[in-house]
């Protein structure tokens, strides 16, 4: 590999392969801020790491999947195209929306003043029921969602090396709306101001009146719906989706939001797209890339712990005692 | 419950105990245990440590002698390596409360660099008291590595990193059998280490001075040995100034650090002890194997070890040697499906028996299970013959039994399906109800449960369902009893 590494440095730039990679890691990149971002709105609020969060992303992918099944499959669904994929959103987002508040009152609220331990493992359990449920009900095989019949899939060009298609310019854009969307729900609205002070101090919050229950069940809804998007757009992306793809996206989101800094929401957005983006030029220009792509993503996490632990837009945590 | 069983003092709707009461009253408590459980529990805590592990261990000696070497793998070996896994993982865990979610590597580690020191894969064959030592020092110095994350780490960052170390780990070995054509590593070059996906083949047998260990009755004593002197050793530990400190650093590191306890050492400390002794365990697992195979390292493997830790208690020394027994031995007796579906009934009726509190009720309920159970069969026989059409596989008289009262609709996987969803739902709302109309709920959501068994769970008894049943198993623990069989559980007193 050194070999090639000189070849890229003495020759001039491979301009063909750095657009595609940015424009992939940019793809991928949004989906794992999706998934980050429900672990930092949930980590924001309960100060816990929810280990299932990456299972309910795999489910989110299975409900579109049958969302689009039962509009008639790809290649003759009732509706055109695009009409689809917003039903499967809609669908995916309300049932794992559903299921991620679930989880959060069967298996996180009655431990909510316990061990910190104790949720932590709770997660794991609820994570390790998850995926195996999955496999057991959908087997271990990929299934498709045959993107290409389902919307058409075109690719543009500028100039002659920067090629994106339809379903990238998609994704980006989505994904892009649906953190401005979140942005706005937490800044503005009453919602998200209690959200806010529920994260600042949850003692307090419920000392002025915030039901802090529902606040922490909004935060898993949407999360959880956020998640459900973001596996959406994998199985369009991507076309194949699986019962085990939860584990490692929900790692990756998770050092998103890590690098970006936890608890905080833009942090999350920047994190997902630096993750895509490393792991995209990690399979582009490192050696042994597409294998090692996930050890690049864990060096930058340890890199990053290393030198601010508090992440990129996070602020330092202040222990009180 | 007039006589005030241990509620934890901050329950909630209960007045909050304050310290000096709460520790004034220690010994009462001990005393409130009634029925056997209770004769039981006081019993065991008087009983003197040597005799309570002559109880633990006692059986496991008696094993090998009164069983075949098929049941002594199955059964024996493999509890006593999970035992010992996971009393390196207690130290971690449940000691020093760090949550490693990266322990599984260093027992692959164990046993991939000892099959990289004596194997037919490798070409070396050194002696086992030689590569032994080395294979503990070298995972205990890999600990010592990801332990330093743990520096700056809280509890969950934590739980990341190992975790993705495992990852790590995972590829790594998959990889590292010098097929990459454009990587090779520092010093050695491009060499086959690991086998990559296909596994380190032809371990050595473990070879002490010469003398080999050859049968599965060797390699269970041996095991059993070991576990015996790092329990010993682990009841001295827990009682020393380390183990003290410990126990502080896991209920409160900031006071503890405040208290002077060099906080940072004794994490790195822990650390390394549970990852010599995964390393330990792994050179035995690989040398039982004559292998070591990437898929063995996993997160299910993961799973079963902290399933264990939690049953039997964390921090507890003796729950190990319990939790190891349960969560090996069920699966085990899981996979024939004819043990597995007594296995299935019975827990349930004696789940039932043991947790529901006015004895009549819990019979009244299995009675009306199987009358529900009857009636339905009889409706839906009658209304849709497919709905009986099927049979169930093997499972003797009491199969045919059953055949009679479960319904057994023949490709019914999505019907199934959509069962095994109904049936979580209906397990959740079942939490929500209380007293009778929790009763009377259960009889559907048996028969319910019964119907999923027979016609969804037990086909893959062995992969998919033993993990749902640990992962759910992981939840309920933690929400019913936090502390696990044995441990004791912690109480934040105001």
Redesign the interface.
Same mark, same amino acid.
């Given at each position: 590999?050194g070999r090639?590494l000189l070849c890229d440095v003495l020759h001039p730039v491979n301009w063909s392969l750095f657009w595609g990679e940015l424009v992939s890691g940019l793809t991928l990149g949004s989906i794992y801020a999706l998934i980050a971002l429900g672990y930092t709105m949930v980590?924001g609020i309960l100060?816990?790491?929810n280990f299932a969060h990456g299972d309910v992303y795999m489910v989110g992918a299975f409900i579109g999947f049958f969302a689009l099944q039962w509009l008639g499959g790809p290649l003759d669904t009732v509706v055109t195209g695009w009409v689809a994929v917003a039903v499967m959103f809609l669908v995916a987002m309300l049932g794992c929306g559903a299921l991620g508040v679930?989880i959060e009152i069967? @298996?996180y609220r009655?431990?909510r003043? @316990? !061990?910190?331990?104790? !949720?932590?493992?709770?997660a794991?359990?609820?994570?390790?029921?998850?995926?195996?449920?999955a496999?057991?009900?959908w087997g271990p095989d990929f299934r498709s969602y045959d993107t290409f019949n389902l919307v058409g899939v075109k690719s543009y060009s500028i100039g002659q090396n920067f090629f994106i298609s339809n379903l990238q310019i998609f994704t980006i854009a989505t994904s892009i709306a649906l953190m401005g969307v979140l942005t706005l729900l937490i800044a503005r609205t009453r919602t998200g101001k209690a959200m806010r002070a529920t994260s600042f101090d949850r003692e307090a919050a419920e000392m002025m009146g915030i039901s802090v229950d529902r606040v922490i069940s909004f935060t898993f809804f949407v999360g959880s719906a956020l998640a459900a998007a973001g596996g959406v757009m994998f199985g369009l992306v991507f076309g194949q989706i699986f019962s085990l793809m939860g584990?490692?996206a929900g790692?990756k989101g998770?050092?998103a939001a890590?690098v970006g800094g936890i608890g905080s929401i833009p942090g999350a957005m920047l994190g997902g797209f630096l993750i895509g983006l490393t792991e995209a030029f990690a399979t582009g220009y490192l050696?042994?890339g597409s294998?090692?792509a996930?050890?690049y993503v864990?060096a930058l996490?340890?890199a990053m712990?290393?030198v601010r !632990?508090s992440g990129l837009l996070g602020s330092p945590?202040i222990?009180k005692? | 419950m007039s006589t005030g069983a241990p509620e934890p003092p901050?329950a909630r709707d209960r007045p909050r105990v304050g310290v000096d009461e709460w520790v004034a009253n220690v010994d009462e408590r001990r005393e409130t245990g009634t029925g056997v459980t209770g004769f039981v529990a006081r019993t065991w805590e008087r009983l003197p440590a040597v005799a309570r592990l002559a109880i633990l261990i006692g059986p496991f000696v008696v094993f090998p002698f009164v069983t075949n070497e098929g049941n002594l793998f199955r059964y024996g070996l493999i509890t006593v390596v999970y035992a010992l896994l996971a009393l390196g993982l207690n130290v971690v865990?449940g000691f020093a409360?760090l949550?490693d979610?990266g322990y599984v590597a260093f027992f692959g580690f164990g046993a991939y660099l000892y099959g990289i020191m004596a194997s037919g894969h490798s070409g070396h064959h050194l002696q086992a008291e030689i590569a032994i030592p080395i294979v503990v020092v070298a995972s205990a110095l890999l600990g010592l590595v990801l332990g330093l994350?743990s520096w #700056?780490?809280?509890?969950?960052?934590l =739980?990341?990193?190992t &975790?993705?170390?495992l990852?790590?780990f995972v590829?790594?070995v998959n *990889?590292a059998n010098g097929g &990459?054509s454009?990587?090779s590593y520092p010093f050695v070059g491009r060499v086959d280490l690991t086998g990559g996906a296909n596994g380190l083949d032809q371990i050595d047998p473990l070879n002490f001075f010469g003398h080999q260990i050859t049968t599965t009755k060797g390699y269970y004593l041996y095991t059993l040995a070991a576990l015996t002197i790092l329990m010993i050793m682990l009841f001295f530990v827990n009682k020393s100034r380390t183990g003290r400190s410990w126990r502080a650093l896991r209920e409160d590191p900031?006071a503890a650090e405040v208290m002077t306890v060099p906080v940072n050492r004794l994490k790195l400390l822990a650390f390394m002890f549970g990852a010599a002794t995964a390393g330990f365990t792994g050179t035995i697992f690989g040398a039982v194997q004559s292998g070591a195979f990437p898929g063995d390292y996993d997160?299910g493997l993961l799973?079963t070890i902290?399933a264990i830790v939690?049953l039997g208690g964390?921090g507890s020394i003796g729950g190990v040697v319990i939790g190891a027994l349960v969560v090996n031995g069920v699966p085990e007796l899981l996979r024939s499906s004819t043990n597995a579906r007594f296995l299935f009934y019975a827990v349930i009726v004696v789940a039932l028996l043991v947790a529901m509190k006015p004895w009549y009720r819990a019979v009244l309920v299995l009675l009306g299970t199987i009358a529900f159970g009857a009636v339905v069969h009889a409706i839906a026989g009658a209304a849709w013959s497919r709905s009986t059409a099927g049979h169930i596989e093997g499972g003797g008289t009491f199969g045919r039994a059953l055949d009679h009262w479960v319904l057994i609709p023949t490709h019914a996987s999505r019907l199934a399906?959509w069962a095994?969803?109904a049936l979580?739902v209906a397990a959740?709302l079942l939490?929500l109800v209380r007293g009778w109309w929790r009763a009377i709920a259960l009889i559907p959501a048996l028969y319910l449960a019964a119907f999923v068994w027979e016609n969804?769970?037990v $086909?893959?008894v062995s992969? =998919?369902?033993r993990?749902?049943m640990?992962?759910?198993?992981?939840?309920v623990i933690? *929400?019913v009893r936090?502390s696990g069989i044995f441990g004791t559980s #912690?109480v $934040?007193v105001v």
């Open positions: 590999m090639t980590y100060k816990l790491l679930g069967f @298996a009655p431990l003043n @316990a !061990p910190r331990i104790a !949720p932590l493992i709770s794991l359990g609820v994570s390790i029921f998850l995926q195996n449920s496999l057991l009900l584990f490692t790692l998770f050092t890590v050696p042994g294998t090692y996930n050890l864990f996490l340890i712990f290393l !632990p945590v222990q005692v | 901050d865990v409360g949550l979610l994350t #700056r780490l809280l509890g969950d960052y =739980a990341i990193v &975790l993705f170390f990852q790590a590829i790594f *990889n &990459l454009d990587f900031l997160v799973i902290y939690i964390l399906g095994y969803f979580i959740l939490t969804k769970l $086909e893959q992969g =998919a369902t993990l749902i640990l992962g759910a198993l992981l939840v933690m *929400n936090p #912690r $934040e």
